[in-house]
């Protein structure tokens, strides 16, 4: 199990490095009015953009790795985790400084990484009801209406709500991968929860990119990471029979989660990719 943790890791470095590229190249793409797909076609025109895809499709093999054998719960907080890599990565890099509190989102984002390795109990692929699978695919359809009527709107309110979906998004990809149990091309073409996965993730690209794009990306990361970890780790506990070890572990597993997904929302600003002096200078010209 020490590799698949390793694995979740590995998908957090990555997910953490693209977020700082992908957030460069989209806001270098011309917007379009509201969910247009060739908003994601001007952005893979921009070389910061698709290098950050690369690392996203390098994230998701790591993250499919350590989804064969960890809780969606774990796998999740793991995952939000990639804003503690963004904020220590953006000091040298970027120019960035992180306060005294800052540091302490990071050190609450590892400790609560810690206690969710010592505490996870072993999963794997789950046997679900066909109705299951299906709903699965019916969430991709919902997620797609709700995602095109809220990018049409002009609301302040836009971003944040786009940057949910796109948590809700992940959250559906994770799902989507712990219930593959066949992974042979004959069984994949019947299997829905195959088209939830792939039709989900090129959703979630598309409503991640137009959320990027709206200006407020702290808020649209700290609401991906509540969209990505509280309600699929529910999801995962009900229906998949995720657990952590026997005996006193579940609540170190409840408090590891709390504090990476906290520690994660704080350090949200970081997603934006850019230093506090560039943001002042760039709000300084805007008067």
């Given at each position: 199990?020490?590799?698949?943790?390793?694995?979740?890791?590995?998908?957090?470095?990555?997910y953490?490095?693209?977020?700082?590229l992908?957030?460069?190249?989209?806001?270098?793409?011309?917007?379009?009015?509201?969910?247009?797909?060739?908003?994601?076609?001007?952005?893979?025109?921009?070389w910061?953009?698709?290098?950050?895809?690369?690392l996203?499709?390098?994230?998701?093999?790591?993250?499919?790795?350590?989804?064969?054998?960890?809780?969606?719960?774990?796998?999740?907080?793991?995952?939000?985790?990639?804003?503690?890599?963004?904020?220590?990565?953006?000091?040298?890099?970027?120019?960035?400084?992180?306060?005294?509190?800052?540091?302490?989102?990071?050190?609450?984002?590892?400790?609560?990484?810690?206690?969710?390795?010592?505490?996870?109990?072993?999963?794997?692929?789950?046997?679900?009801?066909?109705?299951?699978?299906?709903?699965?695919?019916?969430?991709?359809?919902?997620?797609?209406?709700?995602?095109?009527?809220?990018?049409?709107?002009?609301?302040?309110?836009?971003?944040?709500?786009?940057?949910?979906?796109?948590?809700?998004?992940?959250?559906?990809?994770?799902?989507?991968?712990?219930?593959?149990?066949?992974?042979?091309?004959?069984?994949?073409?019947?299997?829905?929860?195959?088209?939830?996965?792939?039709?989900?993730?090129?959703l979630?690209?598309?409503?991640?990119?137009?959320?990027?794009?709206?200006g407020?990306?702290?808020?649209?990361?700290?609401?991906?990471?509540?969209?990505?970890?509280?309600?699929?780790?529910?999801?995962?506990?009900?229906?998949?029979?995720?657990?952590?070890?026997?005996?006193?572990?579940?609540?170190?597993?409840?408090?590891?989660?709390v504090?990476?997904?906290?520690?994660?929302?704080?350090?949200?600003?970081?997603?934006?990719?850019e230093?506090?002096?560039?943001?002042?200078?760039?709000?300084?010209?805007?008067?």
């Open positions: 199990m020490l590799f698949s943790v390793l694995a979740a890791l590995a998908a957090a470095l990555c953490g490095v693209a977020t700082v992908q957030a460069l190249g989209a806001r270098r793409t011309a917007s379009a009015s509201g969910l247009d797909p060739r908003v994601l076609v001007r952005a893979l025109g921009q910061p953009f698709v290098l950050g895809t690369g996203d499709l390098a994230g998701y093999v790591c993250q499919f790795v350590a989804l064969r054998e960890l809780p969606i719960f774990a796998v999740e907080a793991a995952q939000s985790a990639n804003l503690a890599v963004t904020a220590v990565l953006a000091v040298p890099v970027l120019g960035a400084r992180l306060h005294g509190r800052e540091w302490g989102a990071v050190a609450a984002v590892c400790a609560g990484l810690a206690l969710l390795g010592v505490s996870a109990g072993h999963e794997g692929p789950v046997h679900t009801h066909a109705a299951f699978r299906w709903s699965l695919l019916g969430c991709v359809a919902l997620l797609g209406l709700a995602g095109r009527r809220c990018a049409g709107t002009r609301e302040p309110w836009r971003s944040r709500l786009l940057g949910l979906l796109s948590g809700l998004g992940f959250g559906l990809i994770a799902l989507a991968t712990r219930v593959l149990t066949d992974l042979s091309p004959s069984a994949l073409i019947r299997d829905p929860a195959a088209y939830a996965l792939l039709l989900g993730a090129a979630t690209f598309l409503l991640y990119t137009v959320a990027l794009q709206g407020v990306v702290t808020s649209v990361a700290a609401a991906l990471v509540v969209g990505e970890t509280v309600l699929p780790a529910a999801v995962g506990l009900v229906f998949l029979g995720d657990h952590s070890r026997p005996g006193p572990y579940g609540p170190l597993a409840l408090i590891g989660f504090l990476a997904v906290a520690g994660a929302i704080a350090l949200s600003r970081f997603a934006e990719g230093t506090e002096s560039e943001t002042e200078g760039a709000r300084e010209h805007a008067r």
